[in-house]
C-alpha cells in the first residue's frame, strides 16, 4: 500500500475524510464552535465549515430529529382522516423552496432505514428527492434484501438517475440490485412493447409484483419538474400534456386530477412499472412536497392507493384545502 506522503512538520498527511469525521466529532458529539474546532485541528475556521458540509453530503454525519411540532403532529392526523392513509410524516417547510426536495427526502430516508427488514424486497423510483433520501439513511447491510428500480434510465448519467438511486440505495443496504435496463422513455409504443418481452426484464417486471415496500415520488407538470429539468422530455409538451389532462406524473406515467393515466403519446413511450403493478404492492410509500405539487400529490395518491405519505407543511396545509 502507498505511504501517506508525510506533512511538512515530519508527519503522515491526514486523508480529508479522516479530518470529517475528526471535525464532525468535535463539532457535532463534543459541542465545541466551529472556532474552537478550528483551533483544535489547527485549520482555519473555513476549513471546519467546509469538512462539516462534507460530511453532511457523504453521510458521514446525519442529523436525526425526533420531536415533532405539535402542528406537525395535527396536520399529521388531519391528513390520515382526510386521506384515508395509514401513516403521514409532515416536515417543516424550508425557508426557501428548492430546499423541499432535502427536507422531504431526509424525512424519507429515515422512514425507509426504520422499515428494512432481512429478506425483504423494495422498489424505488427516482428523482431529487429520492436522490436526497439517501443522505439520511445510513450504512448497514441486511440478508437477503433486494432493491429492484422501477422504471429505465438515463443515458447522461446523475445522482437522479433511476438505476444511480437503486444502486446507491442498494450499496447501503448490502442488498441485491435489479435494474430496468432501458432507457425510461423508448422511440415508440413498438419498442417498448419489444423490450418488455425481453427475458431480463420480463424477470424483472415479475420482482416489482412481489414487493414488500415501494418509495416514489411525484412530479408536476412544469419546467421545474425533474424530468423536464434534466431533459428526458422536451418543454415542448408541456402545453400538450396540460390539455390532455395530465397533473403530474408518478414513474414517469403521466396522471390527471383522478389518479388515471393521460391518452398522450409520451405515455405509450415510458419503459417503467405499471401504476396497476404498484397498487398491488403492500406498502406504497409517496415522498413529495411543496405548493405547486399539491394537486400532483393528491392524483398520485389516487393512482397508487398509497397509505403512507411523506410530505412538507406547505403541501399538507395545500392537501387539506387550507
Given at each position: 500500500?502507498?505511504?501517506?506522503?508525510?506533512?511538512?512538520?515530519?508527519?503522515?498527511?491526514?486523508?480529508?475524510?479522516?479530518?470529517?469525521?475528526?471535525?464532525?466529532?468535535?463539532?457535532?458529539?463534543?459541542?465545541?464552535?466551529?472556532?474552537?474546532?478550528?483551533?483544535?485541528?489547527?485549520?482555519?475556521?473555513?476549513?471546519?465549515?467546509?469538512?462539516?458540509?462534507?460530511?453532511?453530503?457523504?453521510?458521514?454525519?446525519?442529523?436525526?430529529?425526533?420531536?415533532?411540532?405539535?402542528?406537525?403532529?395535527?396536520?399529521?392526523?388531519?391528513?390520515?382522516?382526510?386521506?384515508?392513509?395509514?401513516?403521514?410524516?409532515?416536515?417543516?417547510?424550508?425557508?426557501?423552496?428548492?430546499?423541499?426536495?432535502?427536507?422531504?427526502?431526509?424525512?424519507?430516508?429515515?422512514?425507509?432505514?426504520?422499515?428494512?427488514?432481512?429478506?425483504?424486497?423494495?422498489?424505488?423510483?427516482?428523482?431529487?428527492?429520492?436522490?436526497?433520501?439517501?443522505?439520511?439513511?445510513?450504512?448497514?447491510?441486511?440478508?437477503?434484501?433486494?432493491?429492484?428500480?422501477?422504471?429505465?434510465?438515463?443515458?447522461?448519467?446523475?445522482?437522479?438517475?433511476?438505476?444511480?438511486?437503486?444502486?446507491?440505495?442498494?450499496?447501503?443496504?448490502?442488498?441485491?440490485?435489479?435494474?430496468?435496463?432501458?432507457?425510461?422513455?423508448?422511440?415508440?409504443?413498438?419498442?417498448?412493447?419489444?423490450?418488455?418481452?425481453?427475458?431480463?426484464?420480463?424477470?424483472?417486471?415479475?420482482?416489482?409484483?412481489?414487493?414488500?415496500?415501494?418509495?416514489?415520488?411525484?412530479?408536476?407538470?412544469?419546467?421545474?419538474?425533474?424530468?423536464?429539468?434534466?431533459?428526458?422530455?422536451?418543454?415542448?409538451?408541456?402545453?400538450?400534456?396540460?390539455?390532455?389532462?395530465?397533473?403530474?406524473?408518478?414513474?414517469?406515467?403521466?396522471?390527471?386530477?383522478?389518479?388515471?393515466?393521460?391518452?398522450?403519446?409520451?405515455?405509450?413511450?415510458?419503459?417503467?412499472?405499471?401504476?396497476?403493478?404498484?397498487?398491488?404492492?403492500?406498502?406504497v410509500v409517496i415522498a413529495a412536497g411543496g405548493k405547486r405539487k399539491v394537486v400532483a400529490i393528491r392524483a398520485a395518491l389516487r393512482a397508487t392507493g398509497a397509505k403512507v405519505l411523506i410530505t412538507d407543511q406547505a403541501a399538507a396545509l395545500g392537501l387539506l384545502g387550507r
Open positions: 500500500m502507498p505511504k501517506k506522503r508525510p506533512s511538512a512538520a515530519g508527519r503522515p498527511a491526514t486523508a480529508p475524510a479522516d479530518l470529517g469525521v475528526r471535525a464532525a466529532w468535535l463539532y457535532y458529539v463534543e459541542g465545541l464552535t466551529q472556532e474552537k474546532v478550528a483551533r483544535v485541528m489547527k485549520v482555519s475556521r473555513v476549513r471546519v465549515v467546509r469538512l462539516l458540509a462534507l460530511a453532511r453530503e457523504n453521510g458521514v454525519v446525519r442529523i436525526r430529529i425526533d420531536a415533532k411540532g405539535s402542528d406537525q403532529i395535527a396536520l399529521e392526523r388531519q391528513l390520515i382522516h382526510a386521506l384515508g392513509l395509514h401513516e403521514a410524516i409532515v416536515v417543516p417547510s424550508p425557508a426557501e423552496d428548492r430546499m423541499t426536495a432535502g427536507v422531504v427526502g431526509h424525512a424519507a430516508g429515515l422512514y425507509v432505514a426504520d422499515q428494512v427488514r432481512d429478506g425483504m424486497s423494495i422498489g424505488v423510483g427516482w428523482g431529487s428527492t429520492l436522490s436526497m433520501s439517501l443522505k439520511a439513511i445510513g450504512a448497514h447491510p441486511y440478508d437477503r434484501l433486494s432493491v429492484i428500480s422501477l422504471l429505465g434510465g438515463m443515458t447522461h448519467s446523475r445522482a437522479v438517475n433511476p438505476s444511480a438511486v437503486a444502486r446507491r440505495l442498494a450499496d447501503l443496504f448490502g442488498a441485491d440490485c435489479y435494474q430496468l435496463t432501458a432507457p425510461v422513455f423508448v422511440a415508440n409504443e413498438a419498442t417498448r412493447a419489444a423490450l418488455w418481452k425481453e427475458p431480463g426484464l420480463h424477470e424483472l417486471l415479475a420482482r416489482a409484483r412481489q414487493l414488500d415496500l415501494a418509495l416514489v415520488s411525484v412530479g408536476d407538470v412544469s419546467g421545474d419538474a425533474t424530468l423536464f429539468r434534466e431533459g428526458l422530455l422536451p418543454r415542448s409538451q408541456l402545453s400538450s400534456l396540460t390539455a390532455a389532462g395530465a397533473v403530474g406524473d408518478v414513474l414517469c406515467h403521466f396522471i390527471d386530477e383522478r389518479g388515471r393515466i393521460v391518452d398522450h403519446p409520451v405515455c405509450r413511450r415510458v419503459v417503467a412499472v405499471g401504476l396497476e403493478e404498484l397498487r398491488r404492492v403492500p406498502k
